[in-house]
Every structure is written in structure tokens, then in C-alpha cells.
């Protein structure tokens, strides 16, 4: 049976419609046969994100991008539609994110699965994300580099600019008198040099003496090192034994003992007190000599005739006669005596210092009756805790 042009041409159109068909929904990843679930996602910027372009679900390709368009007002925003198995189940929380599928910068969504028991449904809006691309991702690392190169820049330019001011005429002129300079005093250092090196070898032999002399002198101070350390020592006990001794003690009462002696000679000199008259007065010094020749005639006789001068006569005065009591206060007891210079005389003028039983007691006051005297041992002892009475 012989088929007809007609017949040829009609299956002929029919066939490329159908391929057309098929052609335009392949290139809008629409599939005709198959029911896939639609997502969505709004994305601020979809960095050059295309229709047709995969989707991709844990590294395996799911689906295809179907459309994107601006939405808002001022078309601040994108809504990306995209395409997914029907079989496939997203949980709920999954994030659709636009990053590079390669390093030529190809842009895919590739979906972060998330940890919702809840799967998402279709047609719904997923949360989304922007990986930075590649060229934004080299920029990023570049940028510290970018700031250190344009800080570094910046001072050498101000290194530069002060290099160049410094080296202006009058500093170069400078400069060339300090290496002139310089190259004096080099020459005058290499000059003292060769004269120092004549004058050595000139003295080598006076300089072997002087170090000869030296070691002489160190090997005696090791040899008598016994010597010298004993010699030390001993110095060593000596200034432990005055300092024991109370040297510095001593001395102030030398000085005070001078000072008082001082005093005495002054008052001499001056006819004071007895001793004054008796060195600067001669007519007493006449009269005392008189006076003493005369009595030492009056013993003579004395001794010869005592008849003559004495009729004795023996009382008893113990029989009838009553001892009167007295009371002392005392306000220090010591092995030894106190010094005049001591704190206790000039602050009681009074004291009176009593001596028993090889001990030493020094007393403020004497009354007659104990009541007095513990009357006033009360008054005494704010002052003295140690304080008691006596009887004398």
C-alpha cells in the first residue's frame, strides 16, 4: 500500500510538534509525564542564579530551577521556584542555599537538609541562604592583604618623604664634613696605635718587670694569706671586744666627767665656793696655815696632858632611852651604784642612795610614821611599780 505525500507531511508535522513540546518543557525543566513537588525560596541576591539551573539534595541532582522573578515593591527581593522528586522528602527545616557548583562559578541550590521530623509539603517557602562566590570569597582573603600593602605604601611614602628632606644641600654637606671627620680621627687612632706599639716595644722589658713585681707582690699575699687572715680576725676581736666593753658608753661619761671638771676649774678661777678662795685668797690660805700649826701644837698637848684638858664622866644612856623609828621609801635597788648622770638623779634631785648587804638602794623620801610613808608609797608607785619602804 502505497502511503500518500500528504499523509508523510501531516505525520512529519505531527512528529516535530511533539518534539518542539518536548524540547521547550525539557529546557524549562518541566516534566511532562512525571509529578514533581514545587518549593520555593527568597533570596536578597541570587548571584547569578539561572532557570534550568539544578538543584542538588546531598550532593545527587533532584531537581531544576522553573522560574525566578522580583517580588516587592521595589523589587528588593527574588522568588526562585524549583522543582523536586515527588519521591523525595524534605524535612521541613531544610535550607535552600545558592552556592558554586564549580570553580568556573556555576550556580546551583543545593539543599541543607535540616533535623524537623516534619517533612516540607508542596508549595511550600523554604529558608534560604547565599554562599559567597568564589571571586567574593577571594576578595574577602585579599582584603587584609589589600589594607597591610596600602598601609605599608603609605609609609614608605612618609619614609620617602622625610628621607628627602633630610637629604636636602645642607645636610649632605654635612654629612660629607662628618666622614671627613671621620677619616681624621681614624687616621689620628691609627697613628696613636703605632706610637702605643713603639712605646711597648720600647718598655717590654720595664713592663716584664712591673708584671714580675706584680706577681711577686700577689705570690706573697698568697704565701702570708694565713697571716693576714689572723691579722684580721684579731682586728675583728678587738672591735668586738670594745664594742662589748661599751665603748661609746664610756666615752659620754668621759665627756660628761671633762665637762664637770671643766666647770670645777672655771669656779676656782673665778673665786667660787671654797676651794676658789682657798687657791686665789692667800690671806685664808695665811690664816688656815696659822690655824693648822697652832692645832697641831694643841694635840701635842693634848696627847702629853690629857688630864689637863678632858675630866670624863660615864652615863648609860641605853637604860630609859627609845630608839626612834624611821620610814624610807624606796624606788630602785641595783648590784652596782648609778652614775650622777643617770635619768633617776636628774628627775628626783632628792635621791639619797643607802647601801646594805652589798646591794645598793636609793631612797626619795624618810618619814616618821608608817601611815605617812604608805600614803605616800601609793603616790609613788604611778610612776615607780617597784617602789616599797624601809625602816631605817
Not at 671621620?182 to 687616621?187: A, E, G, V, Y
Not at 658608753?249 to 665637762?259: C, D, E, I, K, P
Request: zero cysteines; glycine letters at 6%.
Amino acid at each position: 500500500m502505497k502511503i500518500k505525500k500528504e499523509v508523510k507531511l501531516a505525520i512529519s508535522v505531527i512528529a516535530a510538534l511533539i518534539i518542539l513540546i518536548f524540547g521547550i518543557n525539557f529546557l524549562k525543566a518541566r516534566a511532562i509525564f512525571e509529578k514533581n513537588n514545587v518549593f520555593y525560596g527568597i533570596y536578597e541576591n541570587v548571584d547569578g542564579l539561572k532557570i534550568s539551573s539544578g538543584v542538588v539534595y546531598r550532593g545527587y541532582h533532584v531537581g531544576q530551577i522553573t522560574s525566578i522573578n522580583f517580588i516587592g515593591e521595589r523589587y528588593e527581593n527574588i522568588l526562585v521556584e524549583f522543582t523536586v522528586g515527588k519521591k523525595l522528602e524534605i524535612p521541613a527545616n531544610s535550607v535552600a542555599s545558592i552556592q558554586n557548583a564549580d570553580l568556573m562559578g556555576t550556580k546551583v541550590i543545593t539543599i541543607l537538609s535540616g533535623d524537623s521530623p516534619l517533612f516540607a509539603e508542596n508549595r511550600d517557602t523554604l529558608q534560604t541562604s547565599t554562599q559567597q562566590g568564589l571571586l567574593g570569597q577571594v576578595n574577602e582573603q585579599l582584603e587584609p592583604l589589600k589594607r597591610k600593602v596600602e598601609a605599608t605604601i603609605s609609609s614608605l611614602d612618609e619614609v620617602l618623604t622625610s628621607v628627602q628632606s633630610i637629604l636636602n644641600s645642607d645636610t649632605q654637606n654635612d654629612i660629607e664634613s662628618t666622614f671627613k671627620g671621620l677619616h681624621s680621627t681614624i687616621q689620628n687612632l691609627e697613628n696613636t696605635s703605632a706610637n702605643l706599639n713603639d712605646l711597648m716595644i720600647s718598655e717590654r722589658r720595664n713592663i716584664s718587670e712591673i708584671v714580675g713585681n706584680i706577681h711577686s707582690v700577689s705570690g706573697n699575699l698568697k704565701n702570708n694569706n694565713e697571716n693576714i687572715s689572723t691579722v684580721l680576725s684579731n682586728i675583728a676581736s678587738i672591735t668586738d671586744s670594745l664594742n662589748a666593753a661599751g665603748l661609746a658608753q664610756t666615752v659620754g661619761n668621759l665627756n660628761n666627767l671633762l665637762l664637770k671638771l671643766d666647770s670645777i676649774a672655771a669656779k676656782v678661777n673665778t673665786n667660787g665656793g671654797t676651794l676658789g678662795e682657798l687657791v686665789n685668797n692667800y690671806e685664808l690660805y695665811y690664816d688656815l696655815t696659822y690655824l693648822s700649826a697652832n692645832l697641831e701644837k694643841l694635840l701635842t698637848d693634848f696627847r702629853e696632858n690629857p688630864k689637863k684638858f678632858v675630866n670624863l664622866s660615864v652615863f648609860d644612856f641605853s637604860s630609859g632611852s627609845k630608839q626612834q623609828n624611821n620610814y624610807g621609801i624606796i624606788i630602785f635597788e641595783s648590784d652596782k651604784p648609778l652614775e650622777i648622770s643617770d635619768e633617776l638623779y636628774k628627775n628626783n634631785p632628792k635621791l639619797e642612795e643607802i647601801r646594805r648587804n652589798g646591794k645598793f638602794y636609793y631612797m626619795i623620801s624618810t618619814h616618821k610614821k608608817l601611815k605617812q610613808a604608805e600614803a605616800e608609797l601609793e603616790i609613788v608607785k604611778k610612776n615607780h611599780a617597784n617602789a616599797f619602804i624601809v625602816k631605817i
